[in-house]
């Protein structure tokens, strides 16, 4: 499945990621789940090597001048975050309409609803940003 992420009122890209899930059908609710533990596993990964010299890949460089903003040096560690509060947070933040979920184009608004994923399904993440100055 092709993950895409997309902040609106900004100009940066489509983010584009290609995430493996096992089984076929799922939950709105149970999808944005194994979303977030991914994403939080990877997280973690990365902290793993806060602190250890890291040089930047030519490729690297290019697609974090393309977000306008390149890091190399060390990153302060964040707290510890659990896998049950991050789900709870991207549930309640999607309860909340802060971010649309669409699947094959259609958009999803039922967390208990069955969803059938494909091997060449893309998933769009639509965050919402709320305008200044209304």
């Known amino acids: 499945m092709i993950v ?3 902040l609106l009122g900004r100009r940066t890209p489509f983010e584009r990621r290609p995430i493996a899930l096992t089984g076929d059908t799922h939950t709105l609710e149970s999808l944005l789940t194994a979303l977030v533990e991914h994403e939080l596993a990877a997280y973690h990964e ?3 090597g806060v602190g250890v010299l ?3 890949t030519e490729r690297e460089l290019a697609d974090a001048a393309l977000t306008g903003r390149v ?3 060390p990153q302060d ?3 510890t ?3 049950d509060e991050a789900a709870r947070t991207a549930l309640t933040a999607f309860r909340d309409g802060l971010y649309y979920v669409f699947l094959d184009d259609e958009q999803l608004t039922d967390l208990s609803a ?3 994923l494909r091997p060449d399904s893309t998933l769009l993440l639509l ?3 709320a305008l200044a100055g209304g």
């Open 71 to 73: 890091a190399v040096g």
């Open 77 to 79: 560690r964040a707290a």
């Open 81 to 83: 975050v659990t896998p």
């Open 46 to 48: 990365r902290q793993s």
């Open 54 to 56: 890291r040089v930047l």
């Open 127 to 129: 965050r919402l940003t």
């Open 114 to 116: 069955p969803v059938t």
């Open 4 to 6: 895409e992420t997309k």
